[in-house]
């Protein structure tokens, strides 16, 4: 059991190591993190089929066997018009499993989703689990228009008076779900433009990681420290790496 804990947080830092190299569009180190995380895929089977619990073999066999049961309207005579109806066909084949394997059937569409997930894929899967069941937005506008929604909402809060320790609790309390239905909304209009927003959420902190490094460097052509400049002198930097990214591109 010890060899499992061990390779959990290996296997989650490869995973990462392989989404940063594809989001870079760095082939050369794609090539070499799946070769990383292939490698920690086959020591876990191996692990296992030293417990005679099941080999390499095993896991795929099992995913071939998978892919072709939950994918009737590719390898079987089911047809899917499109995305929506292939998506259809896949989550009933799925419940079909769950139902022949005995597993208690799920009370909601929304059963099943590990927690343990990022909060912005938590985010996808909910709101494209909805979206099949025909709850979601009719157009990005209506989604731009919920997320004003929210923004407007959080200003209200911030702009209410403050009180004593209790109601300073609960003012906070209420700025952090105005927040998270903020998240929650900008989540799902990633998801109707079919983004994933967890990767939109990794560019953009890659974005600003470069420009805040450009940003510095600026600064210190001039002879100072952030800690030394105002935020007139730093924002003026910061348009100034801006200009020049858009003239690059």
């Known amino acids: 059991m010890q060899d499992y804990d061990t390779l959990k947080s290996l296997l989650l830092e490869e995973a990462y190591e392989v989404v940063d190299a594809a989001i870079a569009r760095d082939f050369a180190g794609l090539e070499e993190e799946l070769g990383d995380l292939l490698f920690l895929v086959v020591f876990y089977a191996q692990v296992a089929k030293d417990e005679a619990r099941f080999s390499i073999d095993d896991v795929i066999q099992g995913v071939h066997a998978k892919l072709v049961r939950r994918h009737p309207h590719v390898f079987g005579d089911a047809r899917a018009r499109n995305a929506g109806e292939a998506l259809q066909s896949w989550q009933a084949a799925k419940e079909a499993e769950r139902n022949a394997e005995g597993k208690p059937q799920r009370k909601s569409l929304l059963d099943g989703i590990l927690s343990s997930l990022p909060s912005t894929m938590v985010a996808d899967e909910l ?47 209420r700025l952090e779900e105005e927040v998270g239905d903020l998240l929650f909304a900008a989540a799902n209009l990633a998801r109707y433009l079919r983004f994933d927003s967890e990767s939109c959420l990794r560019r953009a902190n890659l974005k600003f990681k470069r420009r805040f490094q450009a940003m510095e460097g600026e600064m210190a052509k001039r ?27």
């Open 127 to 173: 709101g494209s689990r909805a979206a099949g069941a025909g709850f979601d937005w009719s157009n990005a506008g209506d989604l731009l228009d919920k997320i004003q929604e929210e923004v407007q909402e959080l200003r209200q809060e911030l702009a209410a008076p403050q009180g004593n320790s209790g109601s300073d609790a609960i003012r906070k309390a």
């Open 223 to 249: 002879g100072k420290k952030l800690n030394e400049s105002s935020i007139e002198e730093m924002n003026a930097a910061w348009n100034d790496v801006k200009a020049a990214e858009k003239h690059e591109g």
